[in-house]
């Protein structure tokens, strides 16, 4: 387990947030599955909410904004000390940023950035929140990689922007490396399968640990949800795809280390 109430240091993934059609039955919908509280911040949020596990955020849902023009989506954000300068950052290095740095009332400022290979994550700087108060814990944040169909590209972007270092782990079937944030493995990089439809664009995919994959995948089904891969097993534990009722795709895993 996790614990953390101080800044992440700058290029780990410190926040996941769901953008949705349908805030009121993702809500439930994860609630259900996970057992979060959540609370509806105040109307300045424009409907966003705050889910927790025993007081401790562990991720973000909200409604789609005006302008919106994506399937719902979880989105990883990468902590850093300064938005402003990131950007400049990202900007130098061929990505393009979506959303130039905003206050978020006064808990933080953030961005919306894409790597050069198509790769759409969030850049926060925290005030008074700075992401993920528990993790890889059942029913919280458990990895987030980014997937890639060039996948020296996006090494060389994230290491220009964010100084990640980089373990190789794959193969000549299969590249993918973990990511290092001053020697401590923070994700994960790979190359996209050959399995994956075409129309699938470069993504950060998001983790939640369970104890029981199959019974996880199981109880999405019955909220609602949908499977796109069904539990297998790896050497780092047991993981499935799937996608909530309205289509947006996480990933289900126990841990190696938690059986």
């Known amino acids: 387990m996790t614990v953390r109430d101080t800044p992440w240091p700058a290029g780990t993934p410190c926040w996941v947030d769901l953008m949705t059609t349908d805030i009121d039955a993702a809500t439930r919908f994860y609630e259900q599955l996970f057992g979060w509280q959540v609370t509806v911040g105040a109307p300045e949020t424009g409907g966003y909410v705050m889910a927790e596990i025993d007081g401790r955020s562990v991720a973000g849902l909200g409604p789609m904004q005006p302008g919106m023009e994506h399937p719902p989506v979880w989105t990883t954000y990468l902590a850093s000390d300064d938005v402003a300068a990131t950007t400049d950052k990202i900007s130098g290095a061929g990505g393009t940023v979506v959303q130039p740095p905003f206050d978020v009332l006064d808990i933080g400022v953030m961005c919306v950035a894409q790597d050069p290979t198509g790769g759409t994550f969030g850049v926060w700087q925290g005030k008074s929140h700075f992401g993920v108060q528990i993790a890889n814990e059942p029913n919280t944040l458990s990895w987030n990689e980014l997937l890639t169909r060039d996948y020296d590209a996006a090494k060389n972007f994230y290491a220009s922007v964010f100084g990640y270092t980089y373990t190789e782990l794959g193969d000549e079937n299969f590249q993918y490396a973990t990511i290092e944030v001053d020697g401590n493995t923070v994700g994960g990089i790979g190359s996209m399968p050959p399995d994956v439809p075409a129309q699938m664009p470069p993504h950060w995919r998001v983790y939640f640990a369970v104890d029981d994959t199959d019974a996880a995948i199981a109880k999405a089904v ?15 534990g047991r993981w499935g795809d799937v996608a909530d009722p309205q ?10 280390s938690q059986e």
Not at 226 to 236: E, F, G, K, N, S
Request: proline fraction near 12%; glycine fraction near 12%; aromatic fraction near 8%.
């Open 222 to 236: 019955q909220l609602g949800g949908t499977v796109l891969r069904p539990a297998q097993d790896m050497p780092y």
């Open 247 to 256: 289509g947006a795709m996480f990933s289900l895993i126990k841990p190696a």
